[in-house]
């Protein structure tokens, strides 16, 4: 009696999928909108170029922020990916290009070559390695939405003996948004990698050239 039971039940679950599947063939599938960061161009900036080279580094993104799916902050511990909102391309390889054409741009070093360039180490003394620890939207009720953007930096010297770290910090931007919209998280972070770039040209404005080997303290910002 079970066992009949068992099937009934099992055959009528199939036959309810077979149902729904053959309803939903023939109809399109719902297409993503997609975005890119674009940060604001950089302001003017009198500071004398440095005469190195800087090469940016393969960018990486934490794991939980690394698919192209646009990533939600819905409570304190639960985050939702959104698969109809994403990023163009994959956000390392696309933050890596931004961050090479704001900083070629805006100084202070004299060029700056693309990841995976292939100049050689003697043209090319520094190396500026980035990882993205955080890129959300923080949604949750009861908050002002917000763009949260974090990124680690190091700028190494590779054209000595062994490679050294002659700069290091860590560099995070929480903007607020009008509303907790896709439309409005990609503004929050264009403005975010704005500002955390315009701190690091400065910064790395004042690393002695060749010599500096001290690391500045992490930068926090309140949750």
Known sequence: ?????????????????????????????????????EPEPPAPNSTVRRAETLRMGDVRVAASFAGNALVYR??????????????????????????????????????????????????????????VTELYGDFRPGATAAAVMTIQFALVDVNGPRSSTAYERTISRRIEIAEASPDALMRG???????????????????????????????????
């Open 1 to 37: 009696m079970n066992r009949t039971m068992s099937f009934k039940h099992t055959t009528t679950a199939v036959c309810a999928a077979l149902i729904v599947t053959a309803c939903s063939i023939g109809k399109p599938i719902p297409e993503a909108t997609t975005y890119i960061v």
């Open 74 to 131: 819905m409570s304190d511990f639960q985050y939702a990916s959104d698969p109809y909102h994403a990023f163009i391309a994959d956000p390392a390889a696309m933050l890596g290009n931004r961050m090479a054409d704001w900083l070629n741009v805006a100084g202070p070093f004299k060029t700056v070559a693309q990841p995976g360039s292939a100049q050689s180490v003697s043209s090319v003394p520094y190396v500026l390695e980035a990882t």
């Open 189 to 223: 972070y264009s403005k975010a990698l704005t500002e955390i770039l315009s701190q690091l040209r400065a910064e790395l404005g004042s690393v002695p050239a060749r010599l500096a080997r001290a690391v500045a303290p992490r930068e926090t910002t309140p949750p």
